[in-house]
Antibody, heavy 119, light 110 residues
Framework: QVQLQESGPGVVKPSQTLSLTCTVFGGSISRSDSYWTWIRQAPGKGLEWIGYIYYSGRTYYNPSLLSRVSISVDTSQNQFSLRLTSVTAADTAVYYC???????????WGQGTMLSVSS | QSALTQPASVSGSPGQSITISCTGTGSDVGGYNYVSWYQQHPGQAPQVMIYDVTHRPSGVSDRFSGSKSGNTASLTISGLQAGDEADYYCSSYTRSSTWVFGGGTKVTIL
């Protein structure tokens, strides 16, 4: 049973860089059928796809975040990470990590971590 | 990329059926059979209910079914139960090799 767990600072100041990590338990991050994904949800709003990474390092990003986002993978730690630069209040959200499987759907999710942008 | 269009809310009485629509374009919903649906209860992570337009993951009730016509996908919940009250989101693969979600639909059991 795959489990994902996000970790992060909780609060980031405006204009700074947000960094979050997702640790994968119960399976290898190097699976050929999996894309490791970040999705966020602003308070009271819908889901927004941020991007995902394959274990080889290939990435795909939401065009609206392309200039500020990067996702990386550390196969030795079974982790992948999100980096978002120049944050504003609009980046305040619950950030979820999830797995896109061969089912072409997000079948495993972390519990989510709240990230607030505040001075 | 623009979010897929869903109704803000849908309601129904216990035992009834409801349908939630999800409208996109030929570059996403209409162009690929990679539409999925997610149920989200308050304070919880979403859970996949339908993948590849019509398929149910193991463990999901057969009261949930999906379909697609042109640029619009639909989720039908039959035999409504109190536990079905939640937010529902559709998602689709896009021509840009990215994914997009719908704005979400709040389902209320009357």
């Amino acid at each position: 049973q795959v489990q994902l767990q996000e970790s992060g600072p909780g609060v980031v100041k405006p204009s700074q860089t947000l960094s979050l990590t997702c640790t994968v338990f119960g399976g290898s991050i190097s699976r050929s059928d999996s894309y490791w994904t970040w999705i966020r949800q602003a308070p009271g709003k819908g889901l927004e796809w941020i991007g995902y990474i394959y274990y080889s390092g290939r990435t795909y990003y939401n065009p609206s975040l392309l200039s500020r986002v990067s996702i990386s993978v550390d196969t030795s730690q079974n982790q992948f990470s999100l980096r978002l630069t120049s944050v504003t209040a609009a980046d305040t959200a619950v950030y979820y990590c999830a797995r896109k499987s061969y089912l072409n759907a997000y079948d495993y999710w972390g519990q989510g971590t709240m990230l607030s942008v505040s001075s | 990329q623009s979010a897929l269009t869903q109704p803000a809310s849908v309601s129904g009485s216990p035992g009834q059926s409801i349908t939630i629509s999800c409208t996109g374009t030929g570059s996403d919903v209409g162009g690929y059979n990679y539409v999925s649906w997610y149920q989200q209860h308050p304070g919880q992570a979403p859970q996949v209910m339908i993948y590849d337009v019509t398929h149910r993951p193991s463990g999901v009730s057969d009261r949930f079914s999906g379909s697609k016509s042109g640029n619009t996908a639909s989720l039908t919940i039959s035999g409504l139960q109190a536990g079905d009250e939640a937010d529902y989101y559709c998602s689709s693969y896009t021509r840009s090799s990215t994914w997009v979600f719908g704005g979400g639909t709040k389902v209320t059991i009357l």
